[in-house]
């Protein structure tokens, strides 16, 4: 059963361009002056709860970028869940397919970060995990109407490869982000994936190279071009990406602009500024 019940309001007749099949996870964040030791209690001096998941990032960064906009998953019928429910559809995303379950407890990530950065993390992924065939089946009609589905490797990794199939069986477009990656992935998932996404670690793990700089970056996309991707993306920071696809015979490295970093990950603006 959808969670939702309905669509939100100016969802009834569209069809969403941009479907996210993935995980959504609530970050749990501590900050303390040092790590806790086996047994120890401490005091931290901030706490704050955040949306995360990286199928949840995605989805809601294609809907604030002005696409119409899915996201299939599971979520606890708790709180949490319902909280992220909410946070869609703030974010003017579909949830019909966003579906809560009784038998697990919404993903989350419980992080304890010391002064110097260093960090602590455990990730329940939950009900991430019990997103299933069936639910796929359910949510059938949206994949294979959208323009783009989008997956990660955050639900169980079979549901990842059934969506990217069911996706590209149906000539929709694929976006797969490896992440966190697996050393030994299936192959499937390359002959399935039209855009093959990943970040410079990910590119190491994957194919056994290092990959330290654009060149190094160039070698990999190869690799994992021979493995049957129709287009390779590996991201590398500040060096901006490199892309290879079927069509051009050499790696194209892109530059981005440079930015000042506030945060690779998680932590809020406001975090920024009183620290
Ligand atoms: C790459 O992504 C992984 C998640 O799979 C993350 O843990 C890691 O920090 C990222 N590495 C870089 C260099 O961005």
């Known amino acids: 059963m959808a969670a939702s019940g309905e669509p939100g309001r100016q969802w009834q007749e569209e069809v969403a361009a941009v479907v996210v099949v993935g995980s959504c996870m609530t970050d749990l964040v501590s900050l303390t002056s040092r790590l806790p030791k086996t047994g120890e209690t401490i005091h931290g001096h901030k706490f704050f709860i955040g949306f995360g998941g990286k199928g949840a990032n995605q989805c809601v960064q294609a809907a604030r970028l002005g696409a119409k906009a ?3 998953c599971k979520v606890g019928k708790d709180s949490f869940g319902s909280d992220h429910i909410e946070n869609l559809k703030q974010n003017d995303i579909s949830t019909e397919f966003t579906y809560q379950t009784k038998d697990a407890a919404t993903g989350t990530a419980s992080i304890i970060v010391n002064n110097e950065g260093q960090n602590i ?8 995990l019990l997103l299933n065939t069936e639910d796929l089946r359910e949510a059938a009609s949206v994949i294979s109407r959208a323009k783009v589905m989008i997956c990660q490797l955050e639900v169980t990794p079979a549901i990842s490869l059934e969506a990217l ?8 477009k694929t976006v797969f982000n ?6 030994d992935l299936d192959p499937r998932f390359y ?6 996404c990943c970040n410079e670690s990910e590119a190491e793990i994957l194919t056994g190279l290092t990959v330290c700089s654009p060149a190094d970056a160039g070698k990999a996309a190869l690799v994992l071009m021979e493995r049957g991707c129709q287009v390779v993306i590996i991201t590398l920071g500040a060096e901006g990406c490199v892309m290879q696809s079927r069509t051009e015979s050499v790696p194209k490295h892109i530059v981005t602009e440079k930015v000042k970093t506030v945060d690779t990950t998680w932590r809020p603006a406001w975090l920024q500024t009183q620290e």
Do not use: L
């Not at 199939?165 to 929709?172: D, K, L, N, P």
């Open 70 to 72: 899915s996201m299939v």
């Open 121 to 128: 993390v455990i990730i329940v992924a939950g009900a991430n």
């Open 165 to 172: 199939t069911m996706a590209h069986s149906s000539g929709v």
């Open 178 to 183: 490896p992440a966190p990656a697996i050393a």
């Open 191 to 196: 002959t399935v994936s039209d855009v093959f």
